[in-house]
């Protein structure tokens, strides 16, 4: 499409709820393993932690929701991380605890990407059959991070902050598109996840793409009479764009002519991996939110949220407080 990714730098996403974390059980009796790519499919071992955050949530929304704090120790957002994996296997997705875990799981993934240093420690506390999981997370946030965005934004986009498509419907369309353009929609999710969270950013972004799909409109008239705006028309459109581009032969070819950096192919390449690989990778995904990256820090703008023009982030802030990523305390 030929432009520099404007979002990718910006989403990472999912919902949040008043009340404590839940923690897992801890079990009879704990062993520890060191990360290394599993040579089998495995059952899951039993948890064995139970974590205390040592960083408090952020204020709550007028939903309730509030924005998830992060541990101030790089062994204990390791851990927590190994923690929330294993509880969003075993959450029910109707559970409001579901969304909250998939939001902090976005945020501490988001955290890592801000603060490589922090990896290191991660490998250590990673059990065998989560590896895959998060070493596909790490090499997605690592590589959105590097994507060029110069000095962060000082104010807050002119955008309003919607409801996505329900998963499944979304899902439904992917693997259509897939079916008639032999596009894998693990590809095209993983695009709509990037450039818009998954059609929550309703707004133009700064190089004037328009839609779930982030197209601009002289492309989008290449491959669609539709409108641009609507996933049943975009979604589909972006599979036949890729194929124009190479796909499905060559997916690198194909991503690098949808977003043209190197960055980019690799984050969505990753984030396609991570939900072919097991589709409750997509579902805990979907739950994500909208957060900003600003001077202001990484702001995070929940449904609801809108603004006709950019406002200075601090006026946002003194409106919103939510917005602002939680102060940490010491561990």
Same mark, same amino acid.
């Given at each position: 499409?030929?432009?520099?990714?404007?979002?990718? =730098?910006?989403?990472?996403?999912?919902?949040?709820? +008043?009340?404590? @974390?839940?923690? %897992?059980?801890?079990?009879? =009796?704990?062993?520890?393993?060191?990360?290394?790519?599993?040579?089998?499919?495995?059952?899951?071992?039993?948890?064995?932690?139970?974590?205390?955050?040592?960083?408090? &949530?952020?204020?709550?929304?007028?939903?309730? @929701?509030?924005?998830?704090?992060?541990?101030? !120790?790089?062994?204990?957002? $390791? !851990?927590?991380?190994?923690?929330?994996?294993?509880?969003?296997?075993?959450?029910?997705?109707?559970?409001?605890?579901?969304?909250?875990?998939?939001?902090?799981?976005?945020?501490?993934?988001?955290?890592?990407? @801000?603060?490589?240093?922090?990896?290191?420690?991660?490998?250590?506390? /990673?059990?065998?059959?989560?590896?895959? +999981?998060?070493?596909?997370?790490?090499?997605?946030?690592?590589?959105?991070?590097?994507?060029?965005?110069?000095?962060?934004? /000082?104010?807050?986009?002119?955008?309003?902050?919607?409801?996505? %498509?329900?998963? &499944?419907?979304? *899902?439904?369309?992917? #693997? #259509?598109?897939? +079916? !008639?353009?032999?596009?894998?929609?693990?590809?095209?999710?993983?695009?709509?996840?990037?450039?818009?969270?998954?059609? @929550?950013?309703?707004?133009?972004?700064?190089?004037? $793409?328009?839609?779930?799909?982030?197209?601009?409109?002289?492309?989008?008239?290449?491959?669609?009479?539709?409108?641009?705006?609507?996933?049943? &028309? $975009?979604?589909?459109?972006?599979?036949?764009? %890729?194929?124009?581009?190479?796909?499905?032969?060559?997916?690198?070819?194909?991503?690098?002519?949808?977003?043209?950096?190197?960055?980019? /192919?690799?984050? /969505?390449?990753?984030?396609? !991996?991570?939900?072919?690989?097991?589709?409750?990778?997509?579902?805990?995904?979907?739950?994500?939110?909208?957060?900003?990256?600003?001077?202001?820090?990484? *702001?995070?703008?929940?449904?609801?949220?809108?603004?006709?023009?950019?406002?200075?982030?601090?006026?946002?802030?003194?409106?919103?407080?939510? =917005?602002?990523?939680?102060?940490?305390?010491?561990?």
């Amino acid at each position: 499409m030929k432009r520099i990714a404007v979002l990718c =730098s910006i989403i990472w996403l999912a919902a949040g709820c +008043t009340g404590e @974390r839940p923690t %897992l059980e801890a079990a009879p =009796s704990a062993t520890t393993t060191t990360a290394a790519p599993p040579t089998s499919t495995t059952t899951p071992p039993p948890p064995t932690t139970t974590l205390t955050p040592d960083s408090t &949530d952020g204020v709550p929304a007028p939903s309730g @929701r509030r924005y998830p704090g992060v541990p101030t !120790d790089p062994a204990k957002v $390791a !851990d927590r991380i190994v923690e929330v994996e294993r509880l969003l296997v075993t959450t029910d997705r109707t559970d409001p605890a579901y969304g909250d875990l998939a939001h902090e799981q976005q945020v501490l993934y988001r955290h890592l990407g @801000r603060n490589p240093g922090w990896i290191l420690p991660l490998w250590d506390a /990673v059990p065998d059959d989560l590896f895959p +999981t998060v070493e596909r997370h790490v090499t997605a946030r690592q590589a959105i991070a590097g994507i060029p965005s110069g000095e962060p934004p /000082v104010n807050v986009p002119a955008w309003e902050i919607i409801e996505p %498509l329900p998963a &499944d419907e979304l *899902l439904g369309l992917y #693997q #259509q598109a897939s +079916t !008639d353009t032999g596009i894998d929609w693990a590809y095209l999710a993983a695009i709509n996840l990037i450039e818009t969270g998954f059609g @929550r950013i309703d707004g133009i972004s700064t190089a004037g $793409a328009q839609g779930p799909m982030q197209f601009l409109p002289t492309t989008w008239e290449e491959v669609s009479d539709g409108n641009i705006r609507d996933p049943y &028309d $975009a979604i589909p459109a972006a599979a036949r764009y %890729l194929v124009r581009r190479g796909g499905p032969d060559n997916m690198e070819r194909a991503l690098w002519g949808y977003n043209n950096s190197d960055y980019y /192919v690799t984050s /969505v390449s990753a984030y396609a !991996d991570l939900f072919r690989a097991d589709l409750s990778n997509f579902y805990a995904a979907h739950q994500w939110e909208i957060h900003y990256s600003a001077a202001a820090g990484d *702001l995070w703008l929940p449904v609801g949220y809108r603004n006709e023009s950019p406002v200075p982030a601090l006026d946002h802030l003194n409106q919103a407080p939510w =917005s602002a990523p939680p102060t940490p305390t010491t561990p």
